[in-house]
């Protein structure tokens, strides 16, 4: 079994090799270097960003979960037009501009579960790695300099165009441009280095005063920390033309090495069919969708459930719809549990829980197709019901189940959050409250059974009346 992954670079669905030297197991191999185009902080990141770093996430918990080690940085961009523009409509400095939205972007991560990454290089704190790929770019004659600036030279490298599938008779070569961003309809020599402006920020440097262009930022900072060819690098589509084909000129230009070996760009999460900006107005932020009463958890889920390669548009239907969902995951896990105190052992349990681990990593290998994995997980989750309902788990069965869907979860990380997993204290506490409260009313303390209901209610807690008794879960 191996894992296939389409690559932008090559145009087709490619075994992903990491150290480009086919081993046998994926333990045989060197962690994989990865490198994800972080946030720009000039504000809120918007669900739209979120969906590409959910995707960051659960390629990089696919990976550990298939046995592979990983080695990931995620980059903060805290210098570019953007956030220079922000800061000096605020009039504060850039690092405190820029400070404010990086620790909201941290705090929104972790309310959707993203894991750490090894590394979060800060743009601002690369400086010197810029200036040692400008000198490599300029010593094999790739860059010339114009009114301070720094530009590249685009028809002095030949690969110019390979990631985006440039026309090479739209390339307008000895025409520059400054800005970061900029449609394919201006393939022109792009700024490496920018002139300082009143009021803007600058370094030092040898080739005079200035600040970076956005692209050298990430070539700059995969250089710092991997020091040479990487397994994956990933992003947003609308990143690769011209951020990522620039990347790839500076990088090989410098050090005339392939800069990335698998290029993975995840689809735009759209409003009414189109994609969801900042610059269209059609966003909501985290907080928003938060305010409104969403949960995290069902926003992963939404962001995280449809394939990477497919647009998927966005609408609060569709978050109502993860809740769903999730509640038959919910459900689910609160009937296993409720099998305590059944005994027995049944010999079906470990092929349905192996046959559950395989067949969800047989098709995710398909190209990271997780809504098929997910297909096969509520496959498992009808099956098991089933073998509820017929009395056919035990005690040991449900634990065997609860411990296999844990797995899983190491890769969906929607499942059992850690934040929202009950201390064993906790729950007995609880128990205790819920039992007394069924006490009170067999014994008609109803002032006291409605007390319980109210304490339990405040700590978020829902009663729910089965055939099986009363049980409880936590509202999420
Ligand atoms: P930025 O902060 O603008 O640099 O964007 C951060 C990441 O979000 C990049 O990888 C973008 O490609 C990605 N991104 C931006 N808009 C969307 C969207 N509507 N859907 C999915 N990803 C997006
Ligand atoms: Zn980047």
């Given at each position: 079994?191996?894992?296939?992954?389409?690559?932008?670079?090559?145009?087709?669905?490619?075994?992903?090799?990491?150290?480009?030297?086919?081993q046998?197991?994926?333990?045989?191999?060197?962690?994989?270097?990865?490198?994800?185009?972080?946030?720009?902080?000039?504000?809120?990141?918007?669900?739209?960003?979120?969906?590409?770093?959910?995707?960051n996430?659960?390629?990089?918990r696919?990976?550990?979960?298939?046995?592979?080690?990983?080695?990931?940085?995620?980059?903060?961009?805290?210098?570019?037009?953007?956030?220079?523009?922000?800061?000096?409509?605020?009039?504060?400095?850039?690092?405190?501009?820029?400070?404010?939205?990086?620790?909201?972007?941290?705090?929104?991560?972790?309310?959707?579960?993203?894991?750490?990454?090894?590394?979060?290089?800060?743009?601002?704190?690369?400086?010197?790695?810029?200036i040692?790929?400008?000198?490599?770019?300029?010593?094999?004659?790739?860059?010339?300099?114009?009114?301070?600036?720094?530009?590249?030279?685009?028809?002095?490298?030949?690969?110019?165009?390979?990631?985006?599938?440039?026309?090479?008779?739209?390339?307008?070569?000895?025409?520059?441009?400054?800005?970061?961003?900029?449609?394919?309809?201006?393939?022109?020599?792009f700024?490496?280095?920018?002139a300082p402006?009143?009021?803007?920020?600058?370094?030092?440097?040898?080739?005079?005063?200035?600040?970076?262009?956005?692209?050298?930022?990430?070539?700059?900072?995969i250089?710092?920390?991997?020091?040479?060819?990487?397994?994956?690098?990933?992003?947003?589509?609308?990143?690769?033309?011209?951020?990522h084909?620039?990347?790839?000129?500076?990088?090989?230009?410098?050090?005339?090495?392939?800069?990335?070996?698998?290029?993975?760009?995840?689809?735009?999460?759209?409003?009414?069919?189109?994609?969801?900006?900042?610059?269209?107005?059609?966003?909501?932020?985290?907080?928003?969708?938060?305010?409104?009463?969403?949960?995290?958890?069902?926003?992963?889920?939404?962001?995280?459930?449809a394939?990477?390669?497919?647009?998927?548009?966005?609408?609060?239907?569709?978050?109502t719809?993860?809740?769903?969902?999730?509640?038959?995951?919910?459900?689910?896990?609160l009937?296993?549990?409720?099998?305590?105190?059944?005994?027995?052992?049944?010999?079906?349990?470990?092929?349905?829980?192996?046959?559950?681990?395989?067949?969800?990593?047989?098709?995710?290998?398909?190209d990271?197709?997780?809504?098929?994995?997910?297909?096969?997980?509520?496959?498992?989750?009808?099956?098991?019901?089933?073998?509820?309902?017929?009395?056919?788990?035990?005690?040991?069965?449900?634990?065997?189940?609860?411990?296999?869907?844990?797995?899983l979860?190491?890769?969906?990380?929607?499942?059992?959050?850690?934040?929202?997993?009950?201390?064993?204290?906790?729950?007995?506490?609880?128990?205790?409250?819920?039992?007394?409260?069924?006490?009170?009313?067999?014994?008609?303390?109803?002032a006291?059974?409605?007390?319980?209901?109210?304490?339990?209610?405040?700590?978020?807690?829902?009663?729910?009346?089965?055939?099986?008794?009363?049980?409880?879960?936590?509202?999420?």
């Amino acid at each position: 079994m191996s894992l296939k992954i389409y690559n932008t670079l090559t145009r087709q669905i490619d075994e992903l090799i990491p150290g480009g030297v086919k081993q046998d197991k994926p333990e045989d191999y060197p962690a994989i270097t990865i490198y994800s185009c972080g946030p720009t902080v000039y504000s809120y990141a918007h669900i739209g960003n979120f969906r590409t770093f959910i995707f960051n996430d659960f390629l990089r918990r696919y990976l550990k979960f298939r046995g592979f080690s990983v080695n990931h940085a995620m980059n903060i961009t805290d210098v570019d037009d953007k956030t220079i523009k922000g800061s000096i409509e605020e009039g504060i400095s850039l690092s405190q501009y820029t400070e404010k939205y990086t620790e909201i972007f941290y705090e929104d991560l972790k309310a959707l579960s993203i894991e750490d990454v090894e590394h979060n290089p800060k743009a601002t704190e690369s400086v010197d790695e810029m200036i040692n790929i400008l000198k490599k770019i300029d010593a094999n004659g790739m860059l010339y300099e114009k009114e301070g600036s720094l530009y590249f030279n685009i028809a002095k490298f030949p690969g110019y165009g390979k990631l985006s599938m440039l026309d090479k008779r739209e390339i307008k070569s000895g025409v520059s441009f400054d800005a970061d961003e900029y449609e394919k309809e201006d393939v022109r020599d792009f700024a490496l280095w920018k002139a300082p402006r009143e009021n803007e920020p600058f370094w030092e440097t040898p080739y005079g005063p200035g600040r970076p262009g956005w692209h050298i930022e990430c070539s700059a900072m995969i250089r710092k920390i991997f020091g040479t060819t990487i397994d994956i690098h990933t992003g947003g589509v609308d990143l690769i033309f011209p951020h990522h084909e620039n990347e790839i000129a500076q990088s090989e230009a410098a050090y005339g090495e392939t800069f990335v070996r698998h290029w993975i760009h995840t689809e735009h999460l759209l409003v009414d069919g189109t994609k969801m900006s900042k610059s269209a107005g059609n966003f909501y932020t985290l907080r928003d969708l938060l305010a409104k009463g969403y949960s995290p958890r069902s926003i992963r889920y939404l962001l995280m459930s449809a394939h990477y390669k497919k647009q998927l548009n966005f609408t609060l239907e569709g978050i109502t719809q993860a809740d769903q969902a999730l509640e038959r995951i919910d459900n689910f896990i609160l009937r296993l549990n409720d099998r305590k105190n059944t005994t027995g052992e049944n010999s079906e349990v470990d092929a349905i829980t192996s046959a559950l681990i395989r067949d969800f990593s047989e098709t995710v290998d398909n190209d990271l197709n997780i809504s098929g994995g997910l297909g096969v997980f509520f496959e498992f989750i009808h099956k098991v019901n089933s073998m509820i309902s017929e009395d056919k788990i035990s005690q040991k069965d449900a634990e065997k189940i609860i411990g296999t869907v844990k797995r899983l979860d190491q890769v969906f990380g929607f499942v059992f959050s850690a934040a929202e997993e009950e201390s064993d204290a906790d729950r007995e506490r609880i128990d205790a409250l819920v039992n007394e409260r069924i006490e009170a009313k067999k014994s008609k303390q109803f002032a006291r059974a409605d007390e319980i209901r109210d304490i339990l209610k405040n700590e978020g807690i829902i009663l729910e009346d089965t055939k099986d008794g009363t049980r409880w879960k936590r509202k999420k």
